[in-house]
């Protein structure tokens, strides 16, 4: 978490990253999961990309797990993602195993005196968005 506070002290900007501070775990790679496991198929696919990420190099291993998601996201539409994403975000954003209560608290707090909030993450916009919105995480 990064703070920037005014001349009284007071916190007026707080940036959170989601994947785990705000979550314990990644929420792309959960959904990426979610999907292969509904499609056998498509998860011996993405078994088989994944193969590189045990022996390559950081590129080796990044190209590796952009075609595992490649392979998940197989024939979905955006609506059809958007959808989806916004179901699991929301399925996620109640479950104490997912979410860090006490950081959501932190932040529910911090907006209340007066904070800006922003959350930083890597996971995909309509996704984060579900989860924070679902989760009532207070962020611009």
Not at 19 to 42: E, M, N, Q, S
Request: aromatic fraction near 4%; charge should be positive; include cysteine.
């Amino acid at each position: 978490m990064q703070t920037a506070t005014d001349e009284d002290g007071d916190h007026r900007l707080v940036i959170d990253d989601l994947d785990g501070v705000i979550t314990r775990r990644d929420t792309f790679t959960a959904l990426v999961i979610r999907r292969l496991r509904r499609a056998p198929l498509r998860l011996l696919r993405a078994t088989m990309a994944a193969m590189p990420m045990l022996r390559g190099d950081v590129a080796t291993r990044h190209e590796a797990a952009q075609r595992v998601a490649e392979i998940a996201m197989t024939g979905l539409r955006e609506r059809e993602y958007i959808a989806e994403a916004r179901a699991f975000g929301k399925r996620i954003a109640g479950d104490p195993c997912w979410i860090r209560p006490w950081a959501v608290d932190r932040l529910r707090r911090q907006h209340a005196k007066g904070a800006r909030i922003v959350v930083a993450t890597a996971t995909e916009r309509s996704l984060a968005a579900a989860l924070l919105d679902h989760a009532a995480v207070p962020y611009e």
